[in-house]
Each structure stands twice: as structure tokens, then as C-alpha cells.
């Protein structure tokens, strides 16, 4: 339950603000004509969300057998790909609604109505297609890792929508920084298991070989078909008998993203005492 609300959560929480921080600012600088153009970049953007939902559970039923094992494995590897992106982007994240702002103010600044409309109503389209895509992709990787819990999946859907709603409204103290923070070490954890488990499927379908496999069974101590196995399973990746090469992937994955941490933490610090030094 709680991957699923992970996912959900944290995928619907960036459209969310992108929608809450657009109708804030247009209300701001009464521009409030420009709100209906907003409400059909959600609806479009839904029923596109949607529509990529059903087109790729059309194609995920068309395998079997050792094509299944490769799809489900290359599922996998995407979501932990695209989790990462994520995961780099929030790092980087620190002034979010400005840069939103500003994007709304570039297309405000038009000079036809007809531009500036279609430029707010693909800021708002775009941001819930690609949320939408990415949640759809996770979901159906996560579903093959350990199952979806579908209150889960929605209960996240609910907290985002009422984190963006609250900025919409004027909250600003929420600490997006610490919402950040945790939920992109608990992604960190939940892409590397993605990533240990696509090589778990590539290894069944034969396309590589575990080196050694299994590397240890611990299953007898923690079963990861029992109640705390296939939580840590869902969540973390657990896997009671791994092959030398799923661990070798898993802790490679978590070796990747620290070094990016750094490198991020330590441009940022260059750039916050360059600002001070200056006149």
C-alpha cells in the first residue's frame, strides 16, 4: 500500500503545484480569464493520461512466456530511468514556484491572446501527460514487482491534489524542501529495487546470467512472500535469495545516486557562496 501511495503521490504532487501555483498567480495578476484555459490543460491532459493507460495494458497483454519476462524486466529499467530523472530534478529543485511563475509570465506576455492561452494550456497539459504516463509506466512496473494496492495508489492521488489545492489557496508554509527530502530517499530505495528486479526478470528469461544464484537464502528468516517480506519487496526491493548480480546492480544504483547527490549539493554550495561574495 504504501509504494503505491508513494508513487501516486509524488507523481500527482508536481502536477498538482504546476496547476495550484498557475491559478494562485493568474488570480494574483487578475488575469483570472485565462483559469478556464487551465481547466481544459487538466482535462485534456487526463484523458490523454488515460488513453496512454489503456494503450499500454493493450500492449502488455500481448506477451507470454520469455517475452513477457523481457518486457516485464524492460518495464522495470524504465521506471527505475525515469524515477531517477525524477529524483535528480527535485534534488535540483529549490525556488519551484518562481520558475513556474515565470513561465506563466513569459506566456502572459504574448502579444496575441490566442498564443498566450494555447501557451498556458500546454504548461498545464504537459505537466499532467507526463505525470500521468510516468505514473502509469511505475504503476505497471510496481505491479510486477509485488502487486498494486489501488487505495494506496488513490489515497496519494488524494494527498497531492489537497497539497496543491493548499498552495493554490495561500499556504505557502508548506516545506516543500522536506517533502522533497523524504520522499526522494524513499524513490532512491524503491527505483534500486526496480532496478534489482529487472535484472531478476532478465536473468529468468535467460537474456543474462546471476554469476551466482542465488548469492544467499534468507527466505526462512524473512520470507519475502510474508506479510513484512512483500511490503519490503514492494517498497525497498527485498529480496530473500538474490543472485550476485541483482545485488551488484542494486548497490551500483545506490553508489550512482549518491555520487549525483554530491555533485549536486556541491555545485549548489558554489553557487549560494558566489551570490554572497557578490557585491
Known amino acids: 500500500m504504501l509504494e503505491s501511495f508513494l508513487v501516486t503521490s509524488r507523481e500527482t504532487l508536481e502536477a498538482s503545484l504546476v496547476v495550484g501555483i498557475v491559478l494562485a498567480y493568474l488570480n494574483r495578476t487578475n488575469n483570472q480569464n485565462y483559469r478556464k484555459t487551465v481547466y481544459y490543460g487538466i482535462i485534456f491532459g487526463i484523458l490523454a ?10 500492449f502488455a497483454g500481448g506477451f507470454d512466456g520469455k517475452a513477457e519476462k523481457v518486457f516485464e524486466g524492460a518495464t522495470m529499467l524504465i521506471g527505475s530511468f525515469l524515477l531517477t530523472t525524477m529524483i535528480l530534478w ?4 529549490r525556488h519551484i ?10 506566456h502572459l506576455m504574448g502579444t496575441q491572446p490566442l498564443f498566450s492561452h494555447l501557451g498556458i494550456f500546454m504548461l498545464i497539459f504537459i505537466a499532467i501527460i507526463r505525470e500521468g504516463v510516468e505514473t502509469v509506466i ?3 512496473a510496481l505491479n510486477y514487482a509485488s502487486g498494486i494496492n489501488f487505495i494506496g495508489g488513490t489515497l496519494g492521488i488524494i494527498a497531492a491534489v489537497v497539497m496543491g489545492y493548499l498552495f493554490f489557496v495561500g499556504i505557502k508554509n508548506i516545506n516543500l524542501k522536506k517533502v522533497f527530502s523524504i520522499s526522494s530517499i524513499l524513490l532512491v530505495l524503491f527505483a534500486a529495487g526496480l532496478v534489482a528486479h529487472g535484472i531478476h526478470e532478465f536473468e529468468e528469461a535467460g537474456l543474462v546470467s546471476g554469476i551466482i544464484a542465488p548469492l544467499f537464502d534468507i527466505n526462512h528468516i ?4 510474508g506479510i513484512v517480506g512483500s511490503f519490503l519487496k ?7 535469495n538474490p543472485s550476485l548480480l541483482e545485488v551488484m546492480a542494486y548497490m551500483a544504483y545506490l553508489g ?3 555520487y549525483l547527490y554530491k555533485r549536486i549539493e556541491s555545485s549548489r554550495i558554489k553557487v549560494d ?5 557578490k557585491p
Open 49 to 58: 493520461s488515460i488513453l496512454s493507460a489503456f494503450i499500454f495494458t493493450f
Open 90 to 93: 527535485m534534488m535540483k529543485q
Open 97 to 106: 514556484a518562481k520558475e513556474i511563475e515565470g513561465r506563466v509570465e513569459r
Open 138 to 140: 511505475f504503476l505497471n
Open 222 to 225: 524473512l520470507n519475502e512472500k
Open 234 to 240: 514492494g517498497l525497498f526491493g527485498y529480496n530473500g
Open 256 to 258: 550512482i545516486i549518491f
Open 273 to 277: 557562496v558566489h551570490s554572497i561574495q
